[in-house]
């Protein structure tokens, strides 16, 4: 692989709960095998419901619901939770999100995103006769870094990690413990074209490797692949 081709996918219009993604997006463009379908967590979160009002007049009303939606708390400085969802997801205010939704209106991360990306993918081979690789991103911040990017918080399809170790560098040295984190590249990639205000929440990634991709039926879990354990992590 030495040239990626990666377009956002316009007109997928406002997204209400019980939408047809796979359907809408499959309306929306003309999608190849082995095309990577990056899906913002926020139209997933709509089509699924995973909404909860909040009052609009009090922007600390969703604090209760970051409480709730969170396993533990990891750190609170001034309004700003980091907390560990029961996803394993270590996030401010437990992923949930103010922004693109109506005013009043808050969205949580989907239930399973794994099976959110899942569904996706199975209504594409479906409904389009193709098969592609499906991510649901969600934006993050990262520690010891300023700004934020986009990550995979599911995919089908695709693998989530690539394991490098064993095999040798440029230099014939082992490589003993690369692993290459492929769906959160790909998603940071894709929200180059999706932005955060553009109203592009679906975007289209062209020519990723044949070898990333896993076969109908295989299920391959960022959740259990990506999260790093806390037996693992040196910082909790």
């Given amino acids: 692989m030495s040239r990626l081709e990666i377009f956002g996918v316009e007109d997928i219009g406002e997204i209400?709960?019980?939408?047809?993604?796979?359907?809408?997006?499959c309306d929306a463009v003309?999608?190849?095998?082995?095309?990577?379908?990056?899906?913002?967590?926020?139209?997933v979160s709509k089509a699924e419901g995973a909404m909860?009002?909040?009052?609009?007049?009090?922007?600390?009303?969703?604090?209760?619901?970051?409480?709730?939606?969170?396993?533990r708390i990891l750190r609170r400085r001034g309004d700003l939770i980091i907390s560990e969802t029961k996803h394993?997801?270590?996030?401010?205010?437990?992923?949930?999100d103010l922004s693109n939704v109506d005013r009043g209106w808050a969205a949580l991360l989907p239930d399973d995103p794994d099976r959110s990306a899942r569904r996706i993918r199975?209504?594409?081979?479906?409904?389009?006769?193709?098969?592609?690789?499906?991510?649901?991103?969600?934006?993050?911040?990262?520690?010891?870094?300023?700004?934020?990017?986009?990550?995979?918080?599911?995919?089908?399809?695709?693998?989530?990690?690539?394991?490098?170790?064993?095999?040798?560098?440029?230099?014939?040295?082992?490589?003993?413990?690369?692993?290459?984190?492929?769906?959160?590249?790909?998603?940071?990639?894709?929200?180059?074209?999706?932005?955060k205000a553009t109203g592009v929440p679906v975007?289209?990634?062209?020519?990723?490797?044949d070898a990333w991709f896993v076969p109908s039926g295989t299920q391959s879990g960022v959740i259990t692949d990506v999260v790093r354990s806390p037996s693992d992590d040196l910082f909790r």
Avoid at 88 to 96: L, Q, R, S
């Fill in 16 to 25: 209400g709960r019980a939408a047809d993604l796979a359907q809408i997006i």
């Fill in 30 to 43: 003309e999608l190849h095998r082995n095309d990577v379908v990056v899906v913002t967590q926020k139209i």
């Fill in 52 to 71: 909860v009002e909040v009052d609009p007049s009090d922007p600390l009303s969703h604090k209760p619901i970051v409480e709730r939606e969170s396993r």
């Fill in 88 to 96: 394993g997801f270590v996030c401010a205010n437990a992923g949930i």
């Fill in 122 to 195: 199975d209504g594409i081979r479906g409904k389009g006769g193709v098969e592609v690789g499906v991510i649901v991103s969600d934006t993050f911040g990262r520690p010891w870094r300023r700004g934020v990017t986009d990550v995979a918080i599911g995919a089908a399809g695709i693998i989530p990690v690539l394991d490098l170790r064993g095999t040798e560098d440029s230099y014939g040295r082992e490589l003993m413990v690369t692993e290459v984190c492929i769906v959160d590249e790909l998603a940071g990639a894709a929200d180059l074209v999706m932005g």
């Fill in 203 to 209: 975007a289209v990634i062209r020519g990723v490797d």
